[in-house]
């Protein structure tokens, strides 16, 4: 299971909102499947914003830089889904790696609703759904 304290959670929908009708991405840090911080990064596709999402090697290094700034890990990623289900694209299936969580949320008309946290196999082949928590409480970075 994926635990998202209440902040990162509100993060990724803010952001979900604020980029719509494009798509945002961003890393998820915490450690043992605690996220503590939902890190927004620029969305650097040159395929088309509205439907595709690119983290740049740069970008990727901030996290994990960031990652390490709080004693803690770079867990995964997240994007949204404008107007569309917060489940995975072939084209997020391509570019997965199978150690992280792919957090989801789908941005319906401006408003995000369903978020959802997937993971690769590690044969590639498939995402397997995981279910995500919520916590009601602030965020405490401590672990």
């Keep these: 299971m994926l635990t998202l304290c209440a902040e990162a959670d509100a993060g990724i929908r803010r952001h979900g909102r604020e980029t719509y009708p494009h798509e945002c991405c961003g890393?998820?840090?915490?450690?043992?499947?605690?996220?503590?911080e939902a890190l927004a990064l620029p969305n650097t596709t040159e395929e088309g914003s509205r439907r595709r999402f690119r983290v740049r090697p740069a970008d990727y290094r901030a996290a994990e830089r960031r990652a390490a700034a709080l004693a803690a890990d770079l867990l995964g990623f997240y994007h949204?889904?404008?107007?569309?289900?917060?489940?995975?694209?072939?084209y997020d299936l391509d570019h997965a790696w199978p150690v992280f969580a792919y957090v989801i949320i789908s941005v319906?008309?401006?408003?995000?609703?369903?978020?959802t946290s997937w993971r690769l196999?590690?044969?590639?082949?498939?995402?397997?759904?995981?279910?995500?928590?919520?916590?009601?409480?602030p965020c405490q970075p401590g672990f």
């Excluded at 890393?27 to 503590?36: E, H, K, T």
């Design 27 to 36: 890393a998820l840090i915490g450690r043992n499947d605690r996220v503590v």
């Design 80 to 90: 949204s889904h404008p107007d569309h289900p917060a489940r995975p694209s072939q």
């Design 108 to 115: 319906e008309g401006g408003e995000p609703g369903a978020l």
């Design 121 to 137: 196999r590690e044969d590639r082949s498939a995402f397997d759904e995981e279910p995500v928590a919520i916590e009601e409480t």
